[in-house]
């Protein structure tokens, strides 16, 4: 067997785009390969957790874990990868933040196959069977992993060396992280987030800003957005104003607003808090003086009426790591 | 229903309008509720949502932020940010699953001193009886 260094990729909770992105990487692949083993990735070579398993603690060079830790099993192999691994990576928005799968923190566990085992409309069930841990048969008991309360991410499971966020993130910035990694002057300090800019997507954004003074919000369905101007000037909800910079400014250059894949600014908690600071100082209220209380607060709800889904589309992908997390009792 | 439960209530006052009412009341020893923390701010327009949601993380069972009259905010606007951030986190709450009712705004200036005390007491009350409140 080769004695290159080994590294894996793992998909926890995910949607496998993170491996898309990776190969997204196209003839730079070559390079990944000229100076490395990939030992394990359950999306593209056939080792199994038996290897893993097999493996000295430390074996692996590097580990690129995307994911969020909704199941049992998913802590099992983050804790099992962060044993066998030098360098843990957090890659993409579900390792980092939470991402979609996160949203489910948003419902009640006990809640939360309704929607689909049980309310669909065109679900029919009236066994009211849904998934469970354990189910015996006849031939003997079967095993599915166990969905834990809450959503969490892969850094509130165990120590992680590097965060690289996106949703996924960007070919040219995961080679960018790479090479950071083997740079001559030696890898960035643990517990960095790398593939990333300092500021947010505006700073990468192409369109014309003014000064923000919003009368109401619309859904992209509802209006067809000028070319230059900041979409936020024209009161589409784009999230780029609460993101970190990093991807390009890829959704605003085609007329589509940010839905904040690339989470919090750096140095900030909370990108929904970062929406709601925001969206709070550009509401255009007209004269306020001697209003009272309900007249004013009548006219911010009236503004804020259009947005749907607060926390689906502020949290959409740091639910998470968020400071609350999710709802406050699951 | 006897009540043992405590509030734990989070403050923050803009300094220059009920910061110096709370001065105020404080001056002409009226006493209010123990469990009422005051944090200074120089405007409410300074309260960052962040600051909100930690204080419910680390326990607080109610936020209130007390705030200049509209159109009094002595850096003009101030207020009016706050309006609408507080608007919108108290939207956010609910679907955090947390009674919106825990987060109070309230608008006092300089002079009012006795309001100062009549509304954070009632508003302690408001918290404690919510929290008692059989579920
Ligand atoms: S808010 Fe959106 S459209 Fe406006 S500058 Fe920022 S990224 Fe560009
Ligand atoms: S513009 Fe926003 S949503 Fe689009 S890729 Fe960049 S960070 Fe992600
Ligand atoms: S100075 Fe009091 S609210 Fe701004």
Redesign the pocket.
Known sequence: MSDKPKIAMYWASSCGGCEIALVNLHEKILDVDAAFNLFFCPCLVDTKTKDIEALADGELAITFFNGAIRTDENLEMARLLRKKSQILIAFGSCAVEGCIPALGNLVPAAKYFDPIYRDNLTTANPDNIIPLNKSEIAEGSLGIPLFLKKVRTLGQVTEVDYFLPGCPPEPHRIWQAVAALIAPDGPPPKGSVVGVGPSTVCAECRRERTDKKIRRFFRTYEIIPNQTECLLDQGILCMGIATREGCGGLCPEVNMPCTGCYGPPAGRLDQGARMTAAIGSILDLGEVKGLGEKELHGRIDQALGAIPDYAGTFYKYSLAGSILGGREKL | MSTTFEAKVVGFL????SYAGADKAGGAQKPYPHNFKIIRV????RVEPEFVLEAFRKGATGVVIL??HPGD???KT??VI?AGRFRLLKKLLIQLGIDEKRLIMEYISASEGERFIEVITKTVRDLESLETAPA
């Open positions: 803009c300094n220059w309008c120089m405007c409410s327009g705030a200049c905010c002595h850096y101030g207020n706050a």
